[in-house]
Nanobody, 121 residues
């Protein structure tokens, strides 16, 4: 029913930039939270950035000042602008949406498929 399609990952040199996109589709009634997580090999999943329905944002300490989360409500799309990338940012990045579907009277979590970001010389 719900599709979460991520794009924008790739290989970039340290200090470079990437912009990730995640578009949600389906019988979406409302989106309460959109967020980005990442997971490096043998590491747990780390919260990177989050945006609530009122536009409030928060960031993990390791990315503050470098990453920016934004959204396009008309397109049900969330973005992650990543600047000044470091090798430590290498991970699979996942978007997450907490949404209410028209067919369900509750909020639930939905995940994108993940996109690889590799920061290396």
């Amino acid at each position: 029913q719900v599709h979460m399609v991520e794009s924008g990952g790739g290989l970039v040199q340290p200090g470079g930039s990437l912009r990730l996109s995640c578009a949600a589709s389906g019988d979406i009634l409302s989106i309460n939270i959109m967020a980005w997580y990442r997971q490096a090999p043998e590491k747990g999943r780390e919260l990177v950035a989050t945006m609530t329905s009122d536009g409030s944002t928060s960031y993990g300490d390791s990315v503050k000042g470098r990453f920016t989360i934004s959204r396009d409500n008309a397109k049900n799309t969330v973005y992650l602008q990543m600047n000044s990338l470091k090798p430590e940012d290498t991970a699979v990045y996942y978007c997450k949406a907490v949404m209410r579907l028209a067919s369900a009277n509750y909020n639930a979590q939905y995940w994108g498929q993940g996109t690889q970001v590799t920061v290396s010389s």
